[in-house]
């Protein structure tokens, strides 16, 4: 079993910035990705970033240039750094823990993220 705990989101003006932070425990071995989804109401669940615990990155078009996701391996923590905030990144946030060989993944409980206009 892997835990997640989120900190960060809130409420913050267009243009402004906020730092998300996911921390992973439990048994946690080999390769992994940790990384963020977001779900606005009425829409799918979708990838703001992820990267992999060799450093791999990937990022939605919509976020690229804006957002930066980094990692601190030995804390098995994850941080999404989202500047220049629009309204239309207002949803959902969730870390999301996936380990590569298995595919098995985990779930963190969510944060709200408001973009005000």
């Known amino acids: 079993q892997v835990q997640l705990v989120e900190s960060g989101g809130g409420l913050v003006q267009s243009g402004g910035s906020l730092r998300l932070s996911c921390a992973a425990s439990?048994?946690?071995?080999?390769?992994?990705?940790m990384g963020w989804y977001r779900q606005a109401p009425g829409k799918q669940r979708e990838l703001v970033a992820r990267?992999?615990?060799?450093?791999?990155?990937n990022y939605a078009d919509s976020v690229k240039g804006r957002f930066t996701i980094s990692r601190d391996n030995a804390k098995i923590t994850v941080y999404l750094q989202m500047n220049s905030l629009k309204p239309e990144d207002t949803a959902g946030y969730y870390c999301?823990?996936?380990?590569?060989?298995?595919?098995?993944?985990?779930w963190g409980q969510g944060t709200q993220v408001t973009v005000s206009s």
């Open positions: 990267i992999t615990s060799v450093g791999s990155t």
């Open positions: 999301n823990f996936q380990f590569l060989v298995s595919n098995k993944e985990y």
């Open positions: 439990g048994i946690i071995f080999g390769l992994y990705a």
